[in-house]
């Protein structure tokens, strides 16, 4: 199994900036994709970015030109530079770790989550 843990959530004004980071621990062969998801009150947890194991990132638009997603496979950690962050930005953020538990089978581990919020 994977122990996914975040950190860097915290109140910030309109237009300040906040970075996510996200350390995977545990047992695996390779791990896959990492991302960030995050959860509004009453909304459904939606995808806000995500890279692969070689690099590859993908933004959701609403975040594109604000957000930065960066990884470190060395170290199994993702992090998420947030600028420019807007009151329709404050959510829980969750990170998620897809890996290879053994060369044949896949699974994915969700962190706690971390509380960003932006005030107008």
């Known amino acids: 199994q994977v122990h996914v843990v975040e950190s860097g959530g915290g109140l910030v004004q309109a237009g300040g900036s906040l970075r996510l980071s996200c350390a995977a621990s545990?047992?695996?062969?390779?791990?896959?994709?990492m991302g960030w998801y995050r959860q509004a009150p009453g909304m459904q947890r939606e995808l806000v970015a995500f890279?692969?194991?070689?690099?590859?990132?993908n933004l959701v638009d609403s975040v594109k030109g604000r957000f930065t997603i960066s990884r470190d496979n060395a170290k199994n950690t993702v992090s998420l530079q947030m600028n420019s962050l807007k009151p329709e930005d404050t959510a829980v953020y969750y990170c998620?770790?897809?890996?290879?538990?053994?060369?044949?089978?896949?699974?994915?581990?969700w962190g706690q989550g971390t509380q960003v919020t932006v005030s107008s």
């Open positions: 890279v692969t194991n070689d690099g590859t990132t």
């Open positions: 998620n770790v897809q890996f290879r538990p053994t060369h044949w089978t896949y699974s994915a581990s």
């Open positions: 545990g047992s695996f062969i390779v791990i896959n994709t």
